[in-house]
């Protein structure tokens, strides 16, 4: 080989190891499967929260309720924004990074006066569908003097979750059997009872039960929901 072929062969063979070593050395990371997000409205006065995640998916809750879920990409940075009647709300920058997979239930707090913003990000959960339905508490009722720290009881029973619940906090799921019952919540350490709302609970099934204020600002009217 002539010197001056060499010097031309060379560095293509030097160009090839190169492109070759970097290709074997490239990590590829499957995409993860979207997440399942549920927006549950309990601000003080937006009668319809509209909320767009990720720039493109809308979906509407009216007060007290909570939408259906919808999906979001998971592994990413995810942005919400709020709207009313059309106009974006003040908020805080809201970005969450949800896992491939993940069931997403965010409850929405404040007032157009203010903040709108996400004080609760809680798991979902799916079950057997032979198994005894589960459900969880959440406390989302602000406007409260008597009623600031609740209890939870099955009506003319038992505790129905051990825990006691000041505003914002959230019980574990618990299992219960099939078939109605009567949740009560209740003043704490007192039989003075905030709200009340009958379940037929179905095997298979998991349910969100929260309180949430009916009438602000009025102080102490408590509202009973469950999706």
């Known amino acids: 080989m002539t010197s001056t072929l060499r010097s031309h062969v060379l560095p293509l063979l030097l160009l090839a190891s190169i492109v070759g070593g970097c290709t074997e050395d490239v990590l590829v990371f499957p995409t993860p499967e979207p997440a399942s997000v549920r927006i549950v409205n309990t601000t003080q006065d937006v009668a319809l929260l509209e909320t767009v995640v990720d720039g493109s998916v809308s979906v509407n809750a009216a007060r007290g309720a909570a939408a259906d879920a919808v999906p979001a990409p998971a592994g990413?940075?995810?942005?919400?924004?709020?709207?009313?009647?059309?106009?974006?709300?003040?908020?805080?920058?809201?970005?969450?990074?949800?896992?491939?997979?993940a069931r997403v239930i965010l409850f929405a707090r404040g007032s157009t006066s203010g903040l709108v913003e996400f004080r609760r990000a809680l798991q979902d959960t799916v079950i057997d569908?032979?198994?005894?339905?589960?459900?969880?508490?959440?406390?989302?009722?602000?406007?409260?003097d008597q009623f600031v720290t609740l209890e939870v009881w099955e009506k003319g029973?038992?505790?129905?979750?051990p825990e006691i619940f000041d505003p914002g906090i959230a019980s574990s799921y618990r299992p219960f059997s099939a078939g109605p019952h009567t949740f009560e919540v209740r003043e704490w350490s007192s039989t003075n009872v905030a709200a009340e709302l009958t379940l037929s609970l179905e095997?298979?099934?998991?349910?969100?039960?929260?309180?949430?204020?009916?009438?602000?600002?009025?102080?102490?009217?408590?509202?009973?929901?469950?999706?």
Do not use: C, I
């Not at 029973?157 to 979750?161: E, H, I, K, T």
């Open 157 to 161: 029973g038992s505790q129905a979750f």
């Open 129 to 144: 569908a032979n198994a005894d339905p589960v459900v969880r508490f959440v406390h989302m009722a602000e406007n409260t």
């Open 203 to 227: 095997r298979g099934k998991a349910y969100v039960l929260y309180a949430w204020d009916a009438a602000p600002p009025v102080l102490d009217s408590v509202a009973l929901s469950a999706f």
């Open 76 to 101: 990413r940075p995810v942005g919400f924004v709020f709207k009313s009647n059309g106009q974006n709300l003040r908020r805080d920058t809201l970005f969450y990074t949800l896992g491939g997979g």
